[in-house]
């Protein structure tokens, strides 16, 4: 089985568009060399993601979804919120300590940490802990200075123009 011979971690971050659509784009160019990639989401039990549908179809991706259909609020989060956050880390550290995947994707943990879904001390004994053949992927909008600080690589987005201030909606096949 391929392997990396030193997993690093990667924070996608920024108010601009394409965290989540560079996490799957590496996983896309991860599994074109036989590596194997679980992608974890947090928040996001809806059901209509165009890029969740397409890695049904492509081996070597896994994709894991938790959260409700609905959005988080995050004044005053619900206790099903906070414990499908939960079942998500747990779920992503067993299979990151596992070691049976070569890169582990982290969508939106960013922004449960932000929303305090989970606590950050976890995410930082993960990274602690995680083999070192593992690359792990942490996106959202709002990571946290210690976040980026425990990172090897750090993009952030920044967001010039969107559509949406134009009051164009999300788009099917571009947003989701
Ligand atoms: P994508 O999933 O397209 O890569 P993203 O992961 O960077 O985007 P998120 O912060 O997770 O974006 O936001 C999720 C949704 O909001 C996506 O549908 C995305 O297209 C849209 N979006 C991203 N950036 C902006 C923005 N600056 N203003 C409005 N909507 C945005
Ligand atoms: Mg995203």
Redesign the pocket.
């Known amino acids: 089985m391929p392997r990396l011979d030193k997993g690093l971690v990667e924070v ?1 971050t920024g ?8 996490a799957f784009g590496l996983a896309l160019r991860a599994a074109g060399h036989g590596l194997k990639v679980l992608i974890v989401q947090f928040m996001k039990g809806w059901e209509g993601y165009g890029e969740v549908e397409a890695c049904k179809k492509i081996e070597n991706i896994e994709v894991v979804r938790f959260g409700t259909p609905e959005f988080v609020n995050p004044a005053s989060p619900k206790p099903i919120d906070i414990e499908e956050a939960r079942r998500a880390l747990e779920y992503a550290r067993e299979a990151v300590l596992s070691g049976k995947y070569d890169i582990v994707v982290l969508d ?1 943990v960013n ?1 449960a940490l932000h929303f305090k879904l989970i606590e950050l001390g976890d995410i930082l004994d993960l990274i602690e802990k995680k083999p070192s053949h593992v690359e792990l992927v942490l ?3 709002y990571a946290p200075p210690e976040l980026v600080k425990a990172a090897d690589l750090v993009t952030v ?1 920044e ?1 010039v123009k ?1 559509p ?2 134009q009051g164009v909606v ?1 788009r099917r096949g ?3």
């Open positions: 996608y108010n601009g568009k394409g965290k989540t659509t560079a939106e922004v996106t959202g909008r987005m967001e969107h949406f201030r999300s571009i947003d989701y």
